[in-house]
């Protein structure tokens, strides 16, 4: 769709340029540090071999082990954006890579893919340009308080004497105009689970905020849905998958 402007398109081949140089020379010790990291090399193995799926997950491993890994936040965002057309996630990795990068020489045009990947998830919505606005403004909001919790988590200092922290909580993001009813459903009867809890099925558009807004009514309590499934969540509270079953604690 976003072919139609050639503006955009100009963008779009600035991005496949991006994405094709990924592998060759660099400009900084940093760079030439992160091109020798394992994980980084083996998703560029599989990408090569158009195992999409399987580099993507590749280099999400390797920023669980190191979060500080730029060029491998660049890299998910391309593949993101040009291959599985998830804008919403590309714009994600992009903001990322500059954060971690602010005086990358290629920022302009990494911050010009990044819009052109704003643009381009809007015009996937329903005709409704507003809507369309506010949508992205909230999905902008939402990665940013995000980001913000996750470096907290980071920064607290371990506790052996006292429990882990469940006071932190986001500024409330509000729900979209027409929000989509949630599934939720009680554990199989064979293996029950306590009468605390149900389970949620995730439906595309899925954040926790949105989940909690949904069985809770409270959108700032995502923390009680995050802190029930870490075990399942590793990639952190952004990583929920379409189909995924969600605990509900009451």
């Not at 890579?97 to 302009?108: H, T």
């Not at 902008?140 to 882990?164: F, G, H, T």
């Not at 199989?188 to 439906?203: E, G, I």
Request: hydrophobic content about 40%; some cysteine; charged content about 25%.
């Amino acid at each position: 769709m976003r072919l139609r402007f050639p503006f955009l398109f100009n963008l779009v081949l600035a991005g496949v340029a991006l994405a094709l140089c990924s592998g060759c020379g660099v400009s900084t010790l940093r760079d030439q540090r992160e091109d020798r990291d394992p994980q980084i090399r083996r998703a560029r193995e599989m990408k090569n071999a158009g195992n999409i799926e399987g580099a993507l997950e590749a280099y999400q491993r390797a920023l669980d082990k190191k979060p500080q890994l730029a060029r491998a936040h660049l890299e998910m965002g391309l593949l993101y954006d040009r291959d599985l057309n998830d804008y919403v996630r590309a714009v994600y990795h992009y903001e990322r890579y500059l954060e971690l990068r602010p005086d990358a020489e290629n920022r302009e045009m990494i911050q010009a893919v990044a819009d052109q990947a704003r643009i381009s998830f809007a015009t996937t919505l329903p005709e409704m340009p507003n809507g369309a606005i506010r949508e992205i403004s909230r999905l902008k909001q939402e990665n940013a308080e995000l980001r913000a919790w996750a470096d907290r988590q980071r920064a607290a200092p371990p506790s052996s004497s006292a429990p882990a922290a469940t006071s932190t909580r986001l500024p409330e993001v509000s729900a979209p105009a027409a929000p989509i009813a949630p599934i939720v459903r009680t554990a199989d009867a064979a293996a029950p689970a306590a009468p605390s809890q149900t389970t949620y099925v995730v439906m595309p558009g899925d954040t926790l905020s949105r989940i909690a807004g949904k069985v809770y009514g409270d959108s700032k309590k995502w923390t009680r849905i995050y802190d029930a499934n870490r075990a399942a969540l590793r990639g952190g509270p952004q990583s929920i998958k379409v189909g995924q079953t969600l605990v509900i604690p009451k």
